[in-house]
């Protein structure tokens, strides 16, 4: 299945054993966010998280 990531529009093919295949294949609606997305988002909310504590 083609999917496009809701952030960088970055289109990939997933397949069966990816963890969203299922969510998708049942709301094609639903937002996708492709690996390198998540990382850079993961990495910003510890940051701010972090920053936020020592204050």
């Not at 990816?18 to 988002?41: F, G, S, T």
Request: with cysteine; aromatic share 4%.
């Amino acid at each position: 299945m083609k999917v496009r990531c809701a952030i960088c529009g970055k289109e990939e093919e997933i397949n069966k054993v990816h963890k969203d295949y299922n969510k998708l294949m049942e709301n094609p609606q639903a937002v996708y966010i492709c690996q390198a997305c998540r990382i850079i988002l993961s990495s910003q909310a510890t940051r701010e998280h972090v920053s936020r504590g020592k204050r």
